[in-house]
């Protein structure tokens, strides 16, 4: 207990005495950024051997966004097999249209899989193992005539979508940056 409040008071007398900054402008200055008060408190109330530590796990979620997906039933955050990881995240590569088509359908794709996230949630158990594309499908969501098929192997089952929005989220940045890069030329 002692040392929980000699972690605060020592957290405290350096964003005050030592710098004039209050605690959130020091989260602010390493980078953390936009605190609510039960962020702060929470980030504050951690011991000080254990800070580094925390923001490294803090910072990874944020980077992989897995604070998105944090309210999701832990039967959507199966991981993919390594193949499939790997066959996903070359399609920027082995798509045959411009990098801005690419954009544009993934975009597509990632608003029609938040369009069914409430319905995953609630059929999570009976649907766990069913292909996703199968299930979008089933929804009339997208029909064979789309090019979304193209992006969603057979081997992804709903299981997987945590994993499969986060790949589509990092092939999204890539495409974007690519894009950037392609019209600033």
């Not at 979304?148 to 929005?165: A, G, K, M, Q, S």
Request: one cysteine or more; glycine letters at 2%.
């Amino acid at each position: 207990v002692h040392l929980l409040q000699l972690d605060k008071c020592v957290l405290s007398q350096y964003a005050t005495e030592e710098r004039g900054n209050s605690l959130q402008e020091v989260f602010c200055k390493i980078g953390i950024k936009n605190l609510s008060d039960t962020q702060l408190a929470c980030l504050s109330s951690v011991r000080l051997c254990f800070l580094f530590s925390t923001l490294e796990l803090f910072v990874r979620w944020v980077k992989e966004g897995l604070y998105d997906f944090n309210s999701l039933p832990i039967a959507l955050k199966v991981h993919l097999n390594e193949e499939d990881s790997t066959l996903l995240e070359q399609l920027p590569k082995r798509f045959p249209r411009t990098s801005s088509q690419l954009l544009m359908e993934l975009k597509e794709l990632s608003d029609v899989l938040l369009h069914i996230e409430s319905h995953l949630i609630k059929e999570v158990n009976e649907q766990a193992q069913k292909p996703l594309i199968e299930l979008l499908q089933t929804l009339n969501l997208i029909s064979d005539a789309d090019r979304l098929p193209d992006f969603i192997p057979n081997t992804v089952l709903v299981c997987h979508y945590v994993n499969f929005r986060m790949i589509l989220r990092r092939m999204t940045t890539i495409v974007e940056q690519r894009v950037a890069i392609e019209t600033s030329q």
